[in-house]
Every structure is written in C-alpha cells, then in structure tokens.
DNA sequence: TCTTAAAAGAGAATAAATCTTATTTAGGGT
DNA sequence: ACCCTAAATAAGATTTATTCTCTTTTAAGA
C-alpha cells in the first residue's frame, strides 16, 4: 500500500483515498478489469464513489503512466496496471486475457525489425496479440 | 462489383444494395472505416441507408468472416475488409492504421512458438500491433 | 491552521451500438 | 414471370459505456 502511494507520489499526484483504492485494486486484480468490475471491487470498501471519479482517476493513471488501456474488440475499455513491456493471450471462447512476457521473444523481434524496419515508419513499440484457447481454468 | 456479389454467395448471404454498398464501401477504404465513415461514405448513393442496418450488415459480415473488427483503444469500433493474414501499424499520434504484411516476420514466428510454446495455451493466431509514426503523410 | 487548486460527488448529457416492431424484398419454388 | 416466405431493412426508441458540468469537498503546501 505505501508502494501505491510512493507510485502517485513519484507522479506527483494527490494521494486520495478514491486513488489509492482504485490502484490497489487493479493492482491485486490481473484479469484486466473494466471500470464496471472495479467499482465493483471498490465499492466493498467505498461505497459512495461516484461513476465518474472512476473514468476520471483512470484517465489520470494512463496520463501519467500509471495504467494502459487494453486493445480489445469489444466496447468496454479493460485496462492493465502492469506496464513492464508484455503481449497479451486472448481466449478466442471468452473475455479473458492474459499476459505473456518473453524477452527471448522481443530480443527476436527486436533484432529482426532493427535489420529489416518497416518502409515509412519510425517503431515505438511492438505488442503481440496471441488470440487461442487457454488449456486450464484460471 | 461481380466479386462482392460472389463473395456473398459463397458465403450463402442474399445480395441486398446495402450489403453490395457496404462491403464495396469497406473494400475501396484501406483505412479501417469506422461505421459512422462508411455509412458517410454510402449515403452519396444511399441515402435512405438506416443507422442499424449498418451495423447489422458488418455484425452478419463478421459472422461469415467476411471482414474483421481492428483491436484498438478506441471505444469507436473499426472494420477491415482484409482477410489474409495481416498486422496492424497504429500511428501514435493519429487514428491511421495500416495494415503490414510480412511472411518471413510469421514464418518467424511460427518456427518461434512451435519449438517453444506456451504454457497451458493453444496459439490459434498471433497478430503484432505495431505502434509508431509514419513518416509519409498518407 | 488556513488557503486554494485539485479532486470527488451527483446526475445530466453524449455517442456508439443494439433492440423492437412494422414493412419491404430477395430469391427459391411453382 | 409470379407467388410465397423467410430474411433483410427502416425507423426510431433504448441501452450501455463513458464524458461532461457544476457544486462541494479535500489534500497538502504556506
């Protein structure tokens, strides 16, 4: 917890308890929740935070570096607090999506996009998206 | 226009105007239309075209696999009409996206993940979004 | 402790997409 | 070519996720 608070610190973010919550709870939640689920999860310990105060933290979060919105094909935003460089596993059968880390994997592709490049485009970051089935239950 | 129309007859669809208008309109647009820029787009020709039956038409077209949703951050949906195999290039600093076709990058990959795997994941399809600037204007 | 800019609350407003119901139409069968 | 019927479309109300506006509250520096 004074983890999540030296992190808004750092940002130079008020320490709110509307924030801290919300944090703490992407933070212990690797689902890749939507707003919904967390005020859900949130509202256990702060039941009168507004809808709004929710989209607006995380907006501040993703401005700040804090979060990054996940790229789905559905309409509900999820978003993801884990922001060390990772690709994601989507289930092709449901809305679960888990990342993958494999620095072996972006060495790979690292090195092969420095010796090939792609014409007109200056790369800032590559994500994998591996769509599939997961082959155990969460 | 005679391929658009084979294209729903082997999918089994009935050939309506706004289906022909809807997929010609996604066919001639290689940046990823949204609803909105497609009905835009058809309403020259048709301009009785109802908001719902827009977005019946790409909802049935996506269940024949005719055209595909785009992954983005956006909560505004995007369509392509391009069904080989393909990545995406995101601009970081607009709403363009193109598509980016790399055989050796899949062969890549494939030999990647076939000697390596992932735990407890069937790979059914992995697609690279990549994020950068382009440095042509389009 | 005081001050004030920043943040949160409440709920109205918006925008994309979906749903409902009535009407129309494509295309197979006669 | 003409029916017939299931499928498709039109029109517009509805839903859902998200954003906006305005007022009140609060964090944290002076």
Do not use: W
């Amino acid at each position: 917890m004074d983890n999540i608070k030296k992190k808004l610190q750092e940002k130079g973010l008020k320490i709110t308890p509307q924030r801290l919550a919300i944090l703490q709870a992407l933070m212990s939640n690797k689902s890749h929740p939507t707003a919904e689920m967390i005020m859900e999860y949130i509202r256990v310990n702060h039941p009168n935070i507004a809808t709004g105060t929710v989209y607006k933290v995380l907006d501040t979060f993703i401005e700040h570096q804090i979060i990054k919105k996940v790229q789905t094909e559905k309409d509900v935003m999820r978003y993801d607090a884990i922001m060390d460089h990772h690709h994601h596993l989507f289930c092709s059968e449901s809305e679960r999506i888990e990342d993958y880390v494999d620095i072996e994997l972006d060495e790979l592709l690292q090195a092969y996009f420095i010796k090939k490049g792609i014409p007109d485009f200056k790369i800032e970051d590559i994500r994998l998206h591996v769509n599939g089935k997961f082959l155990r239950i969460e």
